[in-house]
């Protein structure tokens, strides 16, 4: 147990670091990067994601600008959150290392653990956090976004949460919640030729040893699928991947989400559109030799991040981070694959 | 600090965008083309159009324009995504008045105007300023 938790931090260490922009040392600009993590609480739920970005989208390009953007939805108070924008002399960032502060977050790697501290939104919400990884991650290749775009992730599916999130003035304490962390990098604009579907699912039962990513990359107007995939792991280690070839997805229902919480929040004027084309479900089919899941995600409902498109493309890219139900059942190298428990299914495209 | 006029917000917004997002402000220009959209918020009365690709904030409005009528509240919670500009219309906190191409024009240059407003690194601050909150 100590050998694999030794092998675990030394594998996030060398993984899980600030990669930086090219164009901080007089290199390219187009550079995107952020640490994302989610959170499934007992009647709470936490998006956080810390980013630095080249920003293309005005005159003069902004290099690696730094954002926290978070998204919390409770039962009591439903979705709240923010894009917060930072200038450089309240940020803490270094290539190659994973700690960073912005304004009042910061984040840390301590002995294997990862730890969060954040006050956010003026005050609104505050939590303190402690995150133990409880599976080895995963670095995906090169991911074309088209031309000359790229994007890579390094992914720790499951980690388990203790502390503490207070939401106006609400304390939600965590034990052992399920809980999901990514990095991205890579060079490309919103508004390219592309956009994403990705889900995590994590069970409910903390014993079951399954957890599950899926993601997949198609051009902007979703015609042509660019890249598709399941990983899954089975206690702390990857126990399949299954490609592109491999799955079958469809969607179906309609998310009714015309009020939902846009941030940041001028921009539901910009994009005013009902989310008419987010599905309520998503079900995949994945198949190969012997291995089979099927999948059902079911959106329940929805926070969207809006950002202007970069370059000279007018408009605006939508990023809907959808609370979801996974349910998983297959079999995998002989063994039997159920469980269902919380998800979260992200969905990059231009606004319907 | 006293909070910004409207006035001054859409003034001084429309010059970051010229200095800021230039392409933007000129699709903003274009999507104004010839016309020009009246606005009453509380006691203040504008009109703004575009004239030789430079906006212009006048008194009133010559031709075809679009009126809006709307209080500063109501804008505010427009901005902070309290209030849907659909709702704000049919709840009667937003009154929108012209013909259909003086409110199609309208339509389009408000989504370019926010368009260019978010590619603005500035916007934000001038918002907070004309939410009265410190800068």
Known sequence: MLAETALLTALIERGDHWRRSPASVGGRVGHKEWSHFCVFGDGIEL???????????????????????WLVRSDA????????????????VRGGRIDLRMGASELRFRDGVYEIDAVLGGGRVALH????????????????LGSGSAVRWF??????????????????????????????????????????EWAIALPDDRESPWSLVFQRFSDRHRLRVLSQGILLWRRGTHARTL?????????????????????PRVMALAAPGSAADLPRRIEIEASNGGDRLAIELELLDLAQIVVPNDGDVPGVTVISEARSRANVEGRVRGERVSFAGPAVVELNRAPA | MPPLEFAQLLDRSLALMAREAPRAYERLGDAFGASAVRLEVGEERIAVRFAEKRHRLEASARGQSALVRVDRATILA?????????????CERLWLQGSVDAVIHFDAALLAYLDGALRCPSFPKLLREYHGARA
């Open chain 2, 78 to 90: 427009l901005a902070d995504g309290e209030l849907a500009l659909l709702d704000a219309i049919l």
């Open chain 1, 47 to 69: 998006l956080l994601n810390w980013s630095l970005m080249d920003d293309t989208g005005s005159f003069r390009p902004r290099v690696e600008v730094p954002r926290v953007t």
């Open chain 1, 129 to 144: 956090l402690l995150l133990r990884p409880l599976a080895r991650p995963a670095i995906t290749s090169s991911i074309a």
């Open chain 1, 155 to 196: 992914v720790v599916p499951r980690l388990e949460a203790d502390g503490v999130i207070s939401v106006a003035g609400r304390r939600h304490e965590l034990r052992r919640a399920p809980a999901y962390h990514d990095r991205d990098w890579g060079r490309f604009g919103w508004g390219g030729d592309f956009s994403w």
């Open chain 1, 243 to 263: 490609h592109s070839r491999d799955l079958s997805v469809r969607s179906s229902g309609r998310l009714r989400a015309a009020a939902c919480l846009r941030v």
């Open chain 1, 77 to 92: 108070g439903g979705w709240d959150g923010e894009l917060e924008e930072f200038d450089s002399e309240h940020v803490a």
